[in-house]
């Protein structure tokens, strides 16, 4: 049985591994947020970047933002989306 412990008698040792997978976790839901809306943003009617429509869309556009600010956000690169 497992003895519990007080803040005090925690060590990093015993919680960075559920803090690494949290994160891990959060990450690749980031990826997968990302993955949808660019998707999202192709299949839309002005999803094709030479229409110069594209720029007009206000959803395009805000899908566009979401994706930068969770990028920044998650640290996320291109590569990462690979």
């Not at 947020?33 to 720029?55: A, M, Q, T, V």
Request: aromatic share 10%; net charge negative; charged share 30%.
């Amino acid at each position: 049985m497992t003895e519990l412990k007080t803040l005090k008698d925690l060590t990093p040792k015993d919680y960075v591994d559920e803090v690494d997978i949290f994160v891990g976790s959060l990450r690749q839901e980031a990826i997968k947020w990302i993955k949808d809306f660019r998707e999202k943003i192709n299949n839309h009617s002005h999803g094709d970047k030479s229409d110069p429509n594209y720029l007009n869309c206000i959803s395009c556009r805000n899908m566009f933002v979401q994706i930068k600010w969770i990028q920044h956000s998650f640290n996320i690169t291109d590569e990462d989306l690979k």
